[in-house]
């Protein structure tokens, strides 16, 4: 399995990014997708995830900017990002919960991770 992240670049503050993660492989379901970012000397964070059914949740520092969506029947994740803040610099990782084919319970695949930013 793989996933692949693209869409970062440098924007200017007030200024929109469309992150895009592409899931491959023996893939019989996938269950969440999310996107997760990361500066250095500090933790990873939860930026948005989404359900298979379509459910969504994101942290209160995007909320109102940053939208996540998902296309099921091309197994990818997407993460549109409006009004970008200096802060929102960080790179970006896309992570997909999902099942196998012939092999039992959920597995966990991280994407490479996407640096994004938001500077004038």
């Known amino acids: 399995v793989q996933l692949q992240a693209s869409g970062g670049g440098l924007v200017q503050p007030g200024g929109s990014l469309r992150l895009s993660c592409a899931a491959s492989?023996?893939?019989?379901?996938?269950?969440?997708m999310g996107w997760y970012r990361q500066v250095p000397g500090e933790q990873r964070e939860l930026v948005a995830a989404?359900?298979?059914?379509?459910?969504?949740n994101s942290a209160d520092s995007v909320k109102g900017r940053f939208t996540i969506s998902r296309d099921n029947a091309k197994n990818t994740v997407y993460l549109q990002m409006n009004r970008l803040k200096p802060e929102d610099t960080a790179v970006y990782y896309c992570?997909?919960?999902?099942?196998?084919?012939?092999?039992?319970?959920?597995?966990?695949?991280w994407g490479q991770g996407t640096q994004v930013t938001v500077s004038s």
């Open positions: 992570k997909a919960v999902l099942n196998l084919f012939g092999v039992p319970g959920e597995h966990i695949y």
């Open positions: 492989g023996s893939i019989f379901s996938i269950n969440r």
């Open positions: 989404i359900t298979s059914g379509g459910s969504t």
